[in-house]
């Protein structure tokens, strides 16, 4: 069964730095792209930026570019998400999703993980 | 950067019914990228559709997708109690990156 456990909820100050993560079992984890989207509290879902975990190649969206890092441990079939210096605007749920590419090239994005909910407050 | 606009911003209808959600681009788009997602409060988006008419696995027949170019279209025929949700179309485009519509919640009138 193809699962993606994502780390627990995080209860933050504004300055702090933060790493998330997110396991993939139940499949070969570096032949799949893990996906990060950002749904702030309320709102719609957003596409943070991607990494393929075989050699760690990411792509980020512009509205993210430089303001997170993505990363990944293939010897332990995890990819990460962080922040060096949180904001309160940082508040948000946090979804892995593994991405898919069909016979005629469908792309989705097939399994999720349960979200990690991130809070900064001071 | 490719633009999902999708409409109604809410539907409300009772069970039974059949829901009609509009996704348009603002560009032309290859079908094969074009995937419908329903996310219940508290629950992780899942993944309905994909290459705008295929159903994933597990997904009952009541859903399905149509559309090409610019409009796109998820229609639930019969509208069962547990389809009150949010659903967002999802389009795959160039560099690689992915954008999302607005979303569309289907709520019991």
């Known amino acids: 069964e193809v699962q993606l456990v994502q780390s627990g909820a995080e209860l933050k100050k504004p300055g702090e730095s933060l790493r998330i993560s997110c396991k993939g079992s139940?499949?070969?984890?570096?032949?799949?792209?893990i996906n990060w989207v950002r749904q702030m509290p309320g709102e719609g879902l957003e596409w943070m930026g991607r990494?393929?975990?075989?050699?760690?190649?990411?792509t980020y969206s512009p509205s993210f570019q430089g303001h997170v890092t993505i990363s990944a441990d293939k010897s332990i079939s995890t990819a990460y998400l962080q922040w060096s210096s949180l904001k309160a605007s940082h508040t948000a749920m946090y979804y892995c999703?593994?991405?898919?590419?069909?016979?005629?090239?469908?792309?989705?994005?097939?399994?999720w993980g349960l979200g990690t909910m991130v809070t900064v407050s001071s | 950067e490719i633009v999902l606009t999708q409409s109604p911003g809410t539907l409300s209808l009772s069970p039974g019914e059949r829901a009609t959600l509009s996704c348009r681009a603002s560009?032309?788009?290859?079908?094969?990228?074009l995937a419908w997602y329903q996310q219940k409060p508290g629950q992780a988006p899942r993944l309905l559709i994909y290459?705008?008419?295929s159903r994933a696995t597990g997904i009952p027949d009541r859903f399905s997708g149509s559309g090409s170019g610019t409009d796109f279209t998820l229609t639930i025929s019969r509208l069962e109690p547990e389809d009150f949700a949010v659903y967002y179309c999802?389009?795959?485009?160039?560099?690689?990156?992915?954008?999302f519509g607005q979303g569309t919640k289907v709520e019991i009138q």
């Open positions: 290459g705008a008419s």
């Open positions: 139940g499949y070969n984890f570096t032949s799949y792209w």
């Open positions: 999802q389009q795959y485009g160039s560099s690689p990156s992915w954008t």
């Open positions: 990494i393929d975990p075989s050699d760690s190649y990411t």
């Open positions: 999703a593994r991405r898919i590419v069909g016979v005629n090239l469908q792309d989705a994005f097939d399994f």
């Open positions: 560009q032309s788009i290859s079908s094969s990228y």
